[in-house]
């Protein structure tokens, strides 16, 4: 078997694995308030690469994990950017109304249900967080301020706040890489964190090795996106294209022109990959998902 048809049969079982696991932690739309589960297993449940969970497992995969504390992870920091996307495509937002190939929680529901449904999942990532594992418990509280302080003001919440202020603006190198290391770049780092954080072998060398090389990887994510943008079509990407010209964002395509995007994102990856190496065949999942982010369609 390829790499490639490795990782495809990998990734499969691996999703397979998240959805699962989502499943269950998900409460039942035959629980009150009906709605407000239903919104959220609408918007949760079969759909989405689930690059973050992916990478949770494949940092697992260094040392001697604990599997219920991976499990949690994988579905605590998918809980986190489904929130994200949700709230993210709201009017008051970036106003889409497609997400992961079908109508975006807005649509289907109303603006005040899309607007719980991503409170409702945010504080259910720190529920399933917390959840009772056999890891030291201050490892595991370690994960959780990792994951919150990913989500917050100085990560995720952060990078939008200052997208948002930003539309119709030049931004220079500097400070499109600032956006995009919080926007996107801090929960990648946080998801390969939260991996290597539940294997109490891992030192903290080794988790330092691995912040590294997540932080090269969701910068090569964004770039990629902001290429996607411009070249792809909206049934491939299952979101709509063109959004990002079309609301005037700065992007790196419009820093850099197209082709040294892509150019920039494949010698992130290729950094990313390197700064890796000491892991040996350990880390093999996580040089496949690198490759993957820099070849994705969507």
């Not at 917050?152 to 290391?181: C, F, T």
């Amino acid at each position: 078997m390829n790499k490639a048809n490795n990782l495809q049969a990998w990734q499969l079982k691996a999703q397979a694995q998240t959805e699962l696991v989502l499943e269950r932690v998900m409460p039942s739309e035959n629980i009150v308030p009906h709605t407000l589960h239903q919104a959220m297993r609408y918007v949760t449940l079969g759909g989405g690469k689930r690059l973050r969970p992916l990478l949770v497992l494949a940092a697992s995969e260094l040392g001697d994990a604990d599997t219920e504390a991976v499990e949690q992870a994988m579905a605590a920091v998918e809980l986190i950017h489904v929130y994200s996307l949700v709230h993210d495509d709201m009017p008051a937002m970036d106003n889409d109304s497609l997400r992961r190939g079908k109508p975006t929680c807005h649509v289907q529901y109303d603006e005040a249900t899309a607007l719980l449904t991503g409170d409702a999942l945010q504080t259910l990532a720190f529920d399933v967080l917390s959840r009772p594992t056999s890891l030291p418990a201050a490892r595991q509280l370690k994960m959780t301020a990792l994951l919150a302080q990913a989500s917050g003001s100085l990560g995720m919440a952060g990078g939008q706040a200052i997208d948002l202020a930003n539309v119709g603006k030049p931004m220079n190198r500097h400070e499109l890489e600032h956006m995009h290391s919080l926007k996107t770049g801090a929960l990648i780092r946080a998801a390969v964190g939260l991996g290597a954080l539940a294997c109490p072998d891992l030192n903290d060398a080794d988790l330092q090795r691995l912040d590294q090389y997540a932080a090269k990887l969701g910068l090569a994510f964004q770039v990629i996106d902001d290429v996607l943008d411009c070249e792809a079509d909206t049934a491939t990407l299952g979101k709509t294209a063109g959004k990002d010209a079309d609301n005037d964002k700065p992007t790196y395509v419009k820093l850099m022109g197209l082709a040294k995007a892509r150019r920039y994102a494949e010698t992130l990856v290729a950094e990313a990959v390197d700064i890796i190496d000491a892991f040996g065949e350990k880390a093999e999942h996580l040089r496949m998902l690198a490759q993957f982010v820099v070849a994705r369609k969507n």
